[in-house]
């Protein structure tokens, strides 16, 4: 009876000490989200970034839905690529313009300030026609908000999200 006691004092002991060691829920999500914010504050810090939009906000307008994986702005120290739609008023479009916020430059100023809860991005790219001034904020889960001022249009905001740059198959 004693030998039977002990065995399951044992059993008892190593299970407790198993389930002790695994983490709970809250635990494990805590950890996804520390690497997560690891993540985008290095991508932050590398000045290499695409910001995908998923709705855009024109000055003095409604929120518009945009099509996902459709529309970005492509950050980086040497060339900055961008291609998203533009709502509202445009006070100069050169002939045979395709309308939207189509530019590529290589990005000026750049200047990146942590908040508490957010990083503030400002940086400015002059594009063949017109000068544009880009505004980030970028928080910790990776969702973005970008404003984007220009000599030739109407201020417009776009909210969406920042990844990693993908890489290119052909560079393999």
Do not use: H
Request: some cysteine; aromatic content about 12%; hydrophobic content about 35%.
């Amino acid at each position: 009876m004693k030998t039977k006691i002990t065995v399951l004092m044992l059993f008892c002991f190593f299970n407790i000490t198993v389930f002790a060691q695994e983490k709970t829920k809250k635990e494990l999500k805590a950890e996804r989200e520390l690497q997560k914010q690891k993540a985008i504050e290095d991508l932050i810090n590398s000045k290499n970034f695409v910001f995908e939009a998923q709705k855009a906000q024109p000055l003095g307008s409604r929120l518009i839905n945009l099509d996902y994986n459709t529309y970005f702005l492509n950050f980086n120290t040497t060339k900055t690529t961008c291609d998203l739609p533009f709502f509202g008023r445009a006070y100069y479009v050169p002939y045979g313009g395709d309308g939207g916020m189509k530019f590529e430059g290589v990005p000026e100023n750049i200047q990146i300030e942590k908040k508490k809860k957010s990083y503030n991005i400002n940086a400015t790219v002059k594009g063949k026609d017109d000068v544009y001034s880009l505004y980030f904020s970028v928080f910790p889960d990776g969702g973005a908000t970008l404003s984007i001022n220009s000599n030739n249009k109407v201020a417009i905001s776009y909210q969406g999200v920042v990844s990693a740059p993908k890489k290119d198959e052909s560079k393999k």
